[in-house]
Structures are given as C-alpha cells and as structure tokens.
C-alpha cells in the first residue's frame, strides 16, 4: 500500500517542486501541495495531469483519492504572504 | 460508434456534463458527492452519468480526457476538471462564471 512517503519521493523525482508536501495515514485517501515552476503556462487540468504522469501506473490502480493542489511559485508566494 | 466517439456525442450535445459515480441523489463515492454539491449550490442545470452503470464508459472517459478519476466535469464539451478542481474554481466564482456561459 502506497504510503505519503512514497507518493512525494514520486512526485519529487519528476517534477522540480520548490515546496511538497503530501498527507494521509488511512493508505487510501491522500492530499498533495505541489509547488513547481514547471506549473508555469499551465491551467489546473495540465498542472495536476503532470502529477499524475509523475504518479505513472500507481496512480491508476492505487491511488483512489488523491487530492491536489498545484501552484506556480508566484501563486503559492501571492497566497503566503 | 466506439465509446470514445459516444462520449464526444454526449459532451457536445449537452452544455454541461458531470460523469460521476452513482446519482446526484445517490452519490456512490465521495468525490461524485461533492461534485453534485457544487452543481446544486451554482443552481447549475446538467446532465449526470453514472459510469457504474457501465464499465466501457467508466475506462473510456479516463482516456477520453487523459484523466485517471471520476468525477469528471465537461461544460461546452471541454473538461473541466475533477472534484479538487470543481471546488477550487467554485471558491474563486470562476465555475458559476463558466457555467452561465455553457452553451
């Protein structure tokens, strides 16, 4: 059973992610903050498709409910200021 | 007609399209849930398809929007997005905009 670990080092390995952070314990039902330059240029479909690319076969069988959200580091820096 | 020629039908026929799980009154997952919700807070008119109801559909939409869950949102036959999506253009009024220009 995928674990939030192993789910992060996923996403980390394919996207360059200037903050990750991803949460669940039941096993089934995750939640992802993505952080990416590689978002750039992209609207919310395209920025979590790379995600899920990122995920590849696991994130069909596996992975139910992940739930995302992704940012450019602009966005992610407006909303913490 | 193959499956993926059906969903091309059906999204271009009708301005707005929710694939999800079970019914709007019935909803058999949570995600399908919330997306109703969503649809019933903009006072949105659509269509609802339950792809439990048929496998074929339920693999073919995924490929149909390169998108590996349900629910799925189509409005003017574009994708829209899925449940996290749905609510996040919710939160920022963009979905009551695109809905009210669904054609």
């Avoid at chain 1, 479909?45 to 994130?59: F, I, S, T, W």
């Amino acid at each position: 059973m995928p674990d939030s670990e192993q789910i992060k080092n996923l996403i980390a390995q394919a996207l360059p992610c200037e903050f990750l952070e991803v949460r669940g314990e039941d096993g089934v039902h995750f939640e992802a903050v993505v952080v990416s330059a590689a978002f750039a240029g992209k609207n919310k479909v395209q920025q979590h498709q790379l995600v899920y690319r990122a995920l590849g076969d696991r994130m069909k069988q596996e992975i139910h409910a992940l739930s995302l959200r992704t940012f450019t580091p602009e966005a992610w820096a407006a909303i913490n200021v | 007609m193959d499956i993926q020629e059906k969903i091309r039908a059906q999204v271009s026929a009708n301005p707005v399209v929710l694939y999800m799980k079970g019914t709007p009154q019935f909803p058999q997952c949570g995600f399908s849930g919330m997306a109703a919700q969503i649809l019933k807070a903009c006072g949105a008119e659509y269509v609802a398809v339950d792809v439990l109801t048929d496998p074929e559909l339920r693999e073919g939409i995924k490929i149909y929007a390169n998108w590996p869950t349900i629910p799925q949102l189509y409005i003017s036959g574009e994708f829209v997005g899925g449940a996290d999506i749905m609510r996040e253009l919710y939160e920022s009024n963009e979905l009551q905009e695109m809905l009210s220009q669904a054609a």
